[in-house]
């Protein structure tokens, strides 16, 4: 990965004979990340994007300087690395920490904000919240723009594509929602953030006419003890984004009769939770109401 600062790069491939001046010399400047990797070893495959994914956010705070232990083992025999990943890290011209294995990004970042490397990093936090915030007030379009302006400091931060895309859904363009939820990378396809727009997205690809969805609700008055009716209503209230009227309805059909098409429910209900996010409301309160009948 090519990622340079205003100083020059910030990722480069070290050998033993270029480490005075890679890293200890460089070192006395700004801090100096040393991974120890090797092609053969597949949690390095899994640490050293994450290392210049996070490097490259730290804006020139920190550098990172990759050697591989089979073709210069000479400096990791020295530094007694005996497994790999081994990440070190150097200010001053001498290691002050490091770490062994494949960290989580987040335990990445913690460990590059006690180098100092922090304000970039913190930023993009700071950045997030207040988008969040701004979503939460009601302002789409503001959201979306902090969110548009993260991607486009940092291309694979699955948060603000997530968030960038549930700014699209809420406008409505669910085609837009969609294209822009598969710029998350492969592997942050799990991210809660990701995982919760993806389900509102396919709920909402499911949704009802406005005026369907009113003749239900006509039709649930007139018949509140028909299930089929009520749990067809929730659906459609759900593809609209009515997450709590839907759990309503869906959980008015549990107290009834808990096992109601075998389970088809309570998963419709966890999609809802999934789709509103783990701090919303209807998440939690929902939640509660859920166990109480399941255990009650």
């Known amino acids: 990965m090519d990622i340079s600062g205003e100083t020059g790069p910030l990722v480069i491939d070290g050998t033993d004979a270029s480490f005075m001046q890679d890293v200890i010399e460089a070192s006395q400047d700004t801090p100096v990340l040393v991974d120890f990797w090797a092609e053969w070893c597949g949690p390095c495959k899994q640490l050293t994007p994450?290392?210049?994914?996070?490097?490259?956010?730290?804006?020139?705070?920190?550098?990172?300087?990759?050697?591989?232990?089979?073709?210069?083992?000479?400096?990791?025999?020295?530094?007694?690395?005996?497994?790999?990943?081994?990440?070190?890290?150097?200010?001053?011209?001498?290691?002050?920490?490091?770490?062994?294995?494949?960290?989580?990004?987040?335990?990445?970042?913690?460990?590059?904000?006690?180098?100092g490397g922090g304000d970039a990093l913190e930023q993009i936090e700071e950045a997030l919240k207040s988008a969040a915030e701004t979503f939460e007030a009601g302002d789409i379009g503001g959201a979306a723009q902090i969110y548009a302006e993260i991607v486009r400091a940092d291309p694979e931060n699955a948060k603000a594509i997530a968030g960038l895309a549930r700014c699209y859904l809420a406008n409505e363009d669910l085609e837009r929602a969609a294209q822009t939820l598969e710029m998350v990378p492969a592997d942050k396809r799990e991210d809660p953030d990701v995982k919760s727009v993806a389900t509102a997205i396919e709920l909402a690809a499911n949704a009802s006419a406005p005026d369907e969805t009113a003749d239900l609700a006509a039709k649930v008055a007139a018949a509140p003890e028909d299930h089929d009716a009520r749990f067809?209503?929730?659906?459609?209230?759900?593809?609209l984004g009515r997450h709590e009227e839907a759990a309503d309805h869906l959980l008015a059909i549990l107290e009834k009769k808990l096992d109601w098409k075998d389970g088809e429910v309570k998963a419709q209900l966890l999609k809802i939770f999934e789709a509103a996010g783990p701090t919303a409301d209807v998440t939690k309160d929902g939640r509660r109401r859920l166990s109480s009948l399941l255990f009650k």
């Open 232 to 239: 067809e209503l929730a659906n459609a209230l759900a593809g």
């Open 50 to 115: 994450v290392l210049e994914k996070v490097v490259g956010q730290a804006a020139g705070a920190v550098k990172l300087v990759k050697i591989d232990i089979d073709k210069n083992p000479g400096v990791a025999g020295q530094m007694g690395v005996r497994s790999i990943p081994a990440v070190f890290a150097f200010k001053g011209g001498r290691p002050v920490d490091g770490f062994q294995g494949a960290l989580p990004e987040s335990q990445v970042v913690e460990f590059i904000k006690r180098l």
